[in-house]
Nanobody, 124 residues
Framework: QVQLVESGGGLVQAGGSLRLSCAVS????????MAWFRQAPGKEREFVAA????????LVADPVKGRFTISRDNAKNTVYLQMNSLKLEDTAVYYC?????????????????WGRGTQVTVSS
């Protein structure tokens, strides 16, 4: 159906930047939106940012607003998450997901496909 591959994670010092990529392949005709979620050890998966595939809509979670930016390149079938001014609490596995609508976009249970995740570790 749909395959998602995240990349770009790694170790970075607090205050630094990383750009995550999510490459999409397969039958994506029903894909309306893509989003980034993250999950730290012992914590629930939380919404980070979402973007529509063709409509130009975006939503960014309050904890990362002003620091993270989501974007897309339709020609490359890729979604990006630019992360600036990284904090220790940003440390988590970051996952890319897809869904067919926008309603309840922040709910992690509404996504049809997920990538395997990419680790982001922020150090002092």
């Amino acid at each position: 159906q749909v395959q998602l591959v995240e990349s770009g994670g790694g170790l970075v010092q607090a205050g630094g930047s990383l750009r995550l990529s999510c490459a999409v392949s397969g039958r994506t005709g029903s894909t309306y939106a893509m989003a980034w979620f993250r999950q730290a050890p012992g914590k629930e998966r939380e919404f980070v940012a979402a973007i529509s595939w063709n409509g130009g809509m975006t939503l960014v979670a309050d904890p990362v607003k002003g620091r993270f930016t989501i974007s897309r390149d339709n020609a490359k079938n890729t979604v990006y998450l630019q992360m600036n001014s990284l904090k220790l609490e940003d440390t988590a596995v970051y996952y890319c997901g897809t869904r067919s609508g926008w309603v309840r976009i922040t709910s992690d249970t509404s996504y049809a496909y997920w990538g395997r995740g990419t680790q982001v570790t922020v150090s002092s």
